[in-house]
């Protein structure tokens, strides 16, 4: 039996080799890949512990129009309506399903979150956004994110083992669809695919008032039919396969889903391609709204319910808004919530508006001078705001005071975590309030009043009563200004109004 012993000593050592890479690679080096790797795990880490309403969005969560008043994002004003409720949002520009889906994994099981609201774009589900070449990036930041041993993540990592086709090849990918997929109408229709009505829209061309062909508009006409000219096959169709997973995820989690259908931009689109277009459109959108319905899951039916002159984008299809847009997109859903949440809804006519508000710096959220983030200290997760020295200001935030409920514009509370290495530092939290009618106030408190001996973070929290005429002034700002050559380092910054 002892000449036995080594070699089963050996086949034991090596059976546990791969566990003890995984530890030790996990131990190391997998923080660090993921910083470098994976931009999306911040979005997850920035969720307050607290969030019991997160609202799943691409770039028309966030996107405004120049022209707006208010540049708040459709999260931000579906929080208005639940104001006793912490809303947030997970925002990840050009996301999708795929992407969603990847990151709902990643909230922990243990926390409150309740509810989960999905943005579901139209165009995702054609070939121009499948075969986007933004694909490949999103596809790579993905990798470590899922679901299985990290260093196993990290070799497919490193020997590409994910969906990374070129652009060529991706090109080629929509192309071939484009050809090959059919379009079904209950008429007669001369073209029998996309790559037949882009090329005749193009041929025949678009012509302004004044009688002459309009290049840009004949693009855009294109655009549009490319983006929006296909029939969703439930079986084949990959977005569909991710929102599938999604809902069945909802259903073990204990999650409350409503999908949020965006608005298009129909009209336009009638205007430039025809109604045969929007014949597709509407398609979808029954196709999608009755598949869903029939799974138990609430679709927030948006299609047509944003006009033409609150779109942004007049070259390319987006669904990009003004700030009405956005608040029509935000009170459409927040009404769907009510059979969830029947208790905090609150309307927007009889006081309601956000009230709560939250930044731990691993994600820009919206504030002013997100260039103060650093990766030097960091109270939980990655990053603080750096204040001191040649930027002697922290991350800023900004808001209309107009937006903040009649009920809560008498106090603001702001709680927030600090570190500097001076024992007396003479950093100080600022209230501003700055344009409009109102006077300009600038109220400072300290940080230094709450500091331990230790070179510990701290806690500070102060409340500023808000002077009468805070609703008539412009913007509303509150922030950290050090002086000193020494930075003081921001963290998990709490701001609520009551």
Same mark, same amino acid.
Request: proline content about 6%.
């Given at each position: 039996?002892?000449? #036995? ?17 995984? +530890? ?22 920035? =969720? ?33 309506? +639940? ?36 943005? =579901? ?8 956004? &499948? ?12 990798? =470590? ?37 059919? =379009? ?29 062909? @309009? ?17 969703? @096959? ?13 809902? $069945? ?42 598949? #869903?319905?029939?799974?138990?899951? !609430? ?12 779109? /942004?984008? %007049? ?21 769907? *919530? ?25 994600? !820009? ?14 109270? %939980? ?21 107009? @937006?903040? !409920?009649? #009920?809560?514009? /008498? #106090?603001? /509370? ?10 007396? /530092?003479?950093?100080?939290? &600022?209230? $501003? ?5 109102? !006077? ?31 609703? *008539? ?16 380092? &921001? ?8």
């Amino acid at each position: 039996m002892k000449k #036995y012993r080594p070699w089963a000593i050996r086949a034991l050592f090596i059976l546990l080799m791969p566990f003890l890479m995984n +530890y030790v690679y996990t131990k190391f080096w997998y923080e660090d890949d993921l910083r470098k790797n994976e931009d999306l795990l911040h979005l997850v880490n920035s =969720l307050p512990q607290e969030t019991e309403i997160v609202y799943l969005g691409e770039s028309s969560n966030i996107t405004p129009n120049k022209k707006d008043t208010n540049w708040s994002s459709i999260s931000t004003f579906l929080a208005g309506y +639940y104001p006793s409720l912490y809303v947030y949002d997970i925002t990840k520009p050009a996301a999708h399903a795929g992407v969603y889906k990847e990151l709902l994994k990643r909230i922990p099981p243990s926390s409150p979150v309740k509810t989960v609201v999905l943005t =579901l774009n139209l165009r995702s589900f054609g070939a121009g956004w &499948i075969y986007s070449d933004l694909e490949t990036s999103l596809q790579k930041s993905m990798v =470590l994110l899922r679901y299985r041993p990290p260093l196993f993540n990290r070799f497919l990592l490193a020997f590409k083992a994910y969906d990374h086709a070129s652009k060529e090849d991706r090109r080629k990918q929509c192309l071939e669809a484009w050809e090959q997929d059919p =379009l079904h109408f209950p008429y007669a229709f001369p073209h029998k695919n996309v790559r037949e009505w882009d090329n005749h829209i193009s041929s025949k061309g678009m012509y302004g008032a004044d009688g002459t062909r @309009d290049q840009k508009l004949t693009e855009t006409a294109c655009h549009f039919v490319k983006n929006y000219a296909f029939c969703i @096959d439930t079986l084949r169709n990959p977005r569909i396969r991710d929102v599938d997973e999604i809902v $069945e995820l909802a259903r073990r989690r204990g999650w409350n889903l409503v999908l949020n259908l965006m608005a298009e931009n129909t009209e336009r689109a009638a205007q430039l391609a025809g109604e045969d277009l929007v014949y597709l459109m509407e398609e979808n959108r029954k196709l999608l709204v009755s598949y #869903y319905e029939r799974k138990g899951v !609430p679709v927030v039916d948006n299609l047509h319910r944003v006009p033409d002159s609150c779109f /942004s984008d %007049r070259d390319w299809p987006t669904e990009h808004y003004t700030e009405q847009g956005r608040r029509i997109i935000a009170r459409n859903v927040a009404e769907t *919530l009510r059979v969830f949440h029947p208790a905090g809804f609150v309307l927007y006519e009889k006081g309601g508006g956000r009230t709560r508000f939250f930044n731990n710096c691993e994600w !820009p959220i919206g504030w002013d001078n997100m260039e103060s983030l650093r990766r030097e200290k960091a109270f %939980r997760g990655k990053w603080s705001s750096r204040a001191g020295g040649e930027d002697p200001f922290s991350i800023t935030f900004s808001y209309r005071p107009q @937006d903040i !409920p009649a #009920y809560a514009r /008498s #106090y603001c /509370s702001v709680e927030l975590e600090w570190l500097s290495a001076e024992t007396q /530092s003479p950093a100080r939290l &600022i209230l $501003e309030l700055e344009g409009g009618t109102a !006077p300009y106030t600038r109220t400072d408190v300290p940080l230094a009043a709450m500091q331990h001996e230790s070179a510990d973070w701290n806690h500070f929290r102060h409340e500023f009563t808000l002077p009468a005429g805070f609703p *008539l002034a412009r913007t509303l700002k509150v922030y950290v200004h050090n002086p000193s050559e020494e930075p003081v380092f &921001i963290d998990d910054i709490r701001i609520s109004f009551r």
